[in-house]
């Protein structure tokens, strides 16, 4: 029996005999619940005062999640595990020592932005400022007042969800602005699931549809199989993190939850015919993102304007759609003839 639907007990009513067979009782069917679409918040690695956790965690309260560490070594090994996409340093906790550490981070990490906070000025302040932004750190964020933050919140509200996840969801909305809400559900979901969704059947799980049924409408619209979209959104995921030259393959692979490295280099090889290192060296990001347009999109582009691959309509709609289109035609030629008819008769 399908799982899809149920005998619920409530339609058992006293009227049908205790002995009725299931195949004579009407099923009740269980739509699947749409899965909410949040933006998911960014993660922000800190190396804060025990005053400044406080302050940022309550400014970053819907924002961002902080994860509060006490050396740069740690931030690093946070970004290493790419459990972080920005970096919070605070002014007061950079002497010498640490600033040449915050230097290694952006070298290592330079795609990663990196923030200083100043919440207090002390001697030693106006040094740590100019250290900081002599060893690569771009941002300075001064909370003193309450504009500061202000502007913190809206720094990281623009890295919601990751940089790649928001130029594909972008670059897919220029290009198809007339999709169906389902067919822009599949796409993000591409790229918005978590890395532990790497297969067709994990990805229609979360979508609430079958894997077969997802596969048979790409294969009856005439468009590349669903698991070709899950592949390059993956890719360039990769790519972007590759652009951090402080992780490594096997770093990637882990965060991606690939089932091992070796795994991971011959998926890349299948789609690309090249190795991961070779994959690192030559594409990046935006690489990857133009690729998956280019191949997936743009060829396909009035097929998928129209293409529902997670809701079937009807085919009595279908119909009607297209009667009252004939019959919108019509009226409209009716009027164009009497107007000139009118015209004729005129004067």
Request: positive net charge; charged residues 20%; aromatic residues 6%.
């Amino acid at each position: 029996m399908s799982a899809d639907f149920h005998y619920p007990a409530h339609r058992r009513s006293s009227k049908v005999p205790a002995n009725t067979p299931p195949s004579l009782l009407r099923p009740s069917f269980q739509r699947a619940a749409p899965i909410a679409r949040p933006v998911p918040d960014t993660s922000v690695v800190t190396m804060l005062t025990p005053h400044e956790r406080t302050r940022v965690d309550a400014a970053g309260e819907g924002c961002y999640v902080a994860v509060h560490r006490d050396t740069v070594d740690e931030v690093i090994t946070e970004l290493r595990h790419c459990r972080a996409q920005a970096v919070i340093v605070s002014v007061s906790r950079c002497d010498a020592r640490a600033a040449s550490s915050v230097a290694r981070l952006v070298r290592e990490f330079p795609s990663v932005p990196a923030v200083a906070l100043l919440s207090e000025t002390t001697s030693d302040s106006a040094h740590a400022v100019l250290a900081l932004g002599q060893f690569g750190v771009q941002s300075l964020v001064d909370v003193r007042d309450a504009a500061g933050w202000r502007t913190l919140r809206q720094l990281f509200s623009t890295h919601r969800g990751g940089s790649i996840e928001r130029r594909a969801m972008a670059l897919m909305a220029s290009v198809l602005s007339q999709a169906p809400e389902d067919c822009r559900r599949f796409l993000e979901a591409c790229f918005n699931s978590p890395a532990r969704v790497g297969t067709i059947r994990q990805l229609s799980k979360r979508l609430g549809v079958r894997s077969n049924t997802l596969m048979s409408r790409f294969y009856r619209a005439q468009l590349p199989a669903p698991k070709r979209y899950l592949a390059f959104a993956r890719l360039a995921r990769a790519a972007t993190m590759f652009e951090n030259p402080g992780l490594s393959v096997t770093q990637v692979s882990n965060a991606l939850e690939y089932s091992s490295p070796q795994s991971f280099g011959r998926h890349i090889h299948t789609m690309l015919g090249v190795s991961a290192v070779a994959f690192r060296h030559e594409f990046t990001g935006d690489d990857m993102l133009e690729r998956f347009i280019t191949e997936l999109i743009t060829p396909y582009r009035d097929v998928l304007q129209a293409f529902h691959p997670l809701v079937v309509i009807p085919t009595w709609s279908r119909v009607v759609s297209r009667v009252a289109e004939r019959v919108h035609d019509g009226a409209s030629g009716d009027a164009r003839i009497l107007s000139s008819s009118t015209a004729r008769t005129l004067p």
